[in-house]
C-alpha cells in the first residue's frame, strides 16, 4: 500500500513538468520501488520504474529507455500482458522518428498484448 501512495505522490508531481518536481517525483517512485522490492510485488515495481522512465522521456532518451526495459522485465517475469503492452507502447513512442524499425517492432508487440 505505502509504494502506491508513493507512485500516487509521484504522478501529482510529474503533473507540473519542470525539474524541481520531476525531482520530487522521482524520489517518490524511487520509495515505491523500494517498497515493492521489500514485498516482492514485481508489478508495483514494473508501474514505478515505468513512471520514471516517462520522467525522462522528452530530456534523455537513453535513461528512459533503460527504465523502459527495466519495467518491460519486471512485467515479462510475471506474465504482465498490460504492463508488457503499456510499456512496449512507451518504447515505440519513444524510438518514434529515431528507429523506425523498432519503433515498430514495440508497437506491434504492444498491440498483441493489449489483445490477449
Known amino acids: 500500500m505505502l509504494a502506491q501512495v508513493h507512485i500516487q505522490i509521484g504522478r501529482t508531481h510529474a503533473q507540473e513538468f519542470d525539474k524541481k518536481a520531476n525531482a520530487i517525483a522521482k524520489l517518490h517512485y524511487d520509495s515505491a520501488i523500494t517498497f515493492a522490492m ?21 530530456n534523455d532518451r537513453k535513461t528512459s529507455l533503460r527504465y523502459y526495459r527495466t519495467a518491460l522485465n519486471y512485467y515479462e517475469q510475471i506474465g504482465d500482458n498490460e504492463g508488457i503492452a503499456k510499456t512496449n507502447e512507451r518504447i515505440g513512442q519513444l524510438l518514434f522518428g529515431v528507429k523506425a524499425e523498432a519503433s515498430l517492432y514495440h508497437f506491434k508487440i504492444a498491440y498483441e498484448n493489449y489483445i490477449f
Not at 508495483?44 to 525522462?56: C, D, M, N, R, S
Request: glycine share 10%.
Open 38 to 58: 521489500r514485498i516482492d510485488d514485481m508489478k508495483l515495481q514494473g508501474k514505478a520504474t515505468l513512471l520514471t522512465g516517462a520522467l525522462y522521456q522528452v
